[in-house]
């Protein structure tokens, strides 16, 4: 149980950080636009398990025993920061993933992950981050944050650039994965995409949780579809060189490692709400992967 004491202030520094970040990254998009779904993504699939709400500001995905559903971002991307605003199904919802996420096409796929992994009878959701490369990825980091999904929106962010990936909530970065000599590291163009779906093979107590479509439909919430400062790629190249220009502002030195303010708040959070690191499975690893030193 987090003391109250300990969590107000770390919550008191958190919203300040906020507000600082978020003047921060607003800055590097620039003027905000208003943006409807239709004009960024397109659905993917479960085509009659999606719902286009206020003239296109929030998407809902729906999840019963027939399907869920998912959407895909219309552009390809080599770099950039991508956002959205999630709010998560709430009730019981053991065994069902909501996911946002990066991700290639094709076979040895790369993909940088955000999923939330269901619950029952009350208990927190985990928020699981995951790095693949060329296909290989078993890099899982779990979460339990700071404030319920389920309850209000919240923005969740990926920085993708040739020097770190960065996995933000609310601005806070909450893990980083830096490229370094000989770590296998993200270089395929990648898609943006979110989905609903059934995940109870693994999800929740290692699988042994199952979805009880008692409690169905699931949904799923999604706002903010302006949240795509990326570089673009020609779908038919896996070059993404040029997408590392420093003429990008996502690829700036200010972007290119954390600040020493960032490294503070990264390090407090890892400390009070990681409760599973890759890195430190010997199940798993019996030395730990190149990145983890």
Same mark, same amino acid.
């Given at each position: 149980?987090?003391?109250?004491?300990?969590?107000?202030?770390?919550?008191? =520094?958190?919203?300040?950080?906020?507000?600082?970040?978020?003047?921060?990254?607003?800055?590097? &998009?620039?003027?905000?636009? @208003?943006?409807?779904?239709?004009?960024?993504?397109?659905?993917?699939?479960?085509?009659?398990?999606?719902?286009?709400?206020?003239?296109?500001?929030?998407?809902?995905?729906?999840?019963?025993?027939?399907?869920?559903?998912?959407?895909?971002?219309?552009?390809?991307? /080599?770099?950039?920061?991508?956002?959205?605003?999630?709010?998560? #199904?709430?009730?019981?919802?053991?065994?069902?993933?909501?996911?946002?996420?990066?991700?290639?096409?094709?076979?040895?796929?790369?993909?940088?992950?955000?999923?939330?992994?269901?619950?029952?009878?009350?208990? #927190?959701?985990?928020?699981?981050?995951?790095?693949? =490369?060329?296909?290989?990825?078993?890099?899982?980091? &779990?979460?339990?944050?700071?404030?319920?999904?389920?309850?209000?929106?919240?923005?969740?962010?990926?920085?993708?650039?040739?020097?770190?990936?960065?996995? @933000?909530?609310?601005?806070?970065?909450?893990?980083? @994965?830096?490229?370094?000599?000989?770590?296998?590291?993200?270089?395929?163009?990648?898609?943006?995409?979110?989905?609903?779906?059934?995940?109870? =093979?693994?999800?929740?107590?290692?699988?042994?949780?199952?979805?009880?479509?008692?409690?169905?439909?699931?949904?799923?919430?999604?706002?903010?579809?302006?949240?795509? +400062?990326?570089? @673009?790629?020609?779908?038919?190249?896996?070059?993404? =060189?040029?997408? /590392?220009?420093?003429?990008?502002?996502?690829?700036?030195?200010?972007?290119? &490692?954390? +600040?020493?303010?960032?490294?503070?708040?990264?390090?407090?959070?890892?400390?009070?709400?990681?409760?599973?690191?890759?890195?430190?499975? &010997?199940?798993?690893?019996?030395?730990?992967?190149?990145?983890?030193?």
């Amino acid at each position: 149980m987090i003391h109250t004491k300990t969590f107000g202030v770390f919550a008191v =520094a958190l919203w300040l950080w906020i507000t600082m970040v978020h003047a921060r990254f607003i800055g590097g &998009r620039g003027v905000e636009k @208003y943006v409807t779904f239709s004009q960024n993504y397109v659905v993917k699939w479960g085509q009659g398990h999606i719902s286009t709400l206020h003239s296109g500001k929030e998407v809902d995905l729906y999840m019963d025993q027939s399907s869920g559903a998912g959407f895909e971002s219309k552009n390809i991307y /080599g770099s950039g920061l991508f956002q959205m605003r999630i709010k998560v #199904p709430g009730g019981n919802s053991g065994g069902v993933v909501t996911a946002f996420y990066l991700t290639s096409l094709g076979s040895n796929h790369d993909e940088i992950d955000f999923e939330f992994l269901g619950n029952n009878d009350g208990k #927190p959701i985990t928020l699981q981050t995951n790095v693949f =490369a060329n296909g290989e990825g078993n890099r899982e980091e &779990r979460f339990l944050l700071w404030f319920n999904p389920i309850k209000h929106y919240h923005t969740y962010g990926i920085l993708w650039n040739p020097y770190q990936i960065v996995f @933000y909530v609310d601005n806070i970065p909450i893990r980083v @994965y830096k490229n370094e000599k000989g770590v296998n590291y993200p270089s395929k163009p990648m898609q943006v995409e979110a989905s609903l779906w059934n995940g109870d =093979a693994w999800a929740t107590d290692g699988g042994r949780t199952k979805i009880n479509y008692a409690y169905s439909p699931f949904i799923a919430h999604f706002q903010d579809f302006s949240g795509l +400062s990326g570089c @673009y790629v020609d779908g038919r190249s896996d070059n993404v =060189a040029t997408c /590392g220009s420093s003429n990008y502002w996502w690829n700036g030195g200010k972007y290119q &490692r954390l +600040s020493g303010y960032e490294q503070k708040i990264y390090e407090h959070f890892r400390k009070k709400y990681m409760n599973y690191d890759y890195c430190t499975d &010997r199940s798993k690893y019996q030395s730990p992967p190149r990145e983890c030193y």
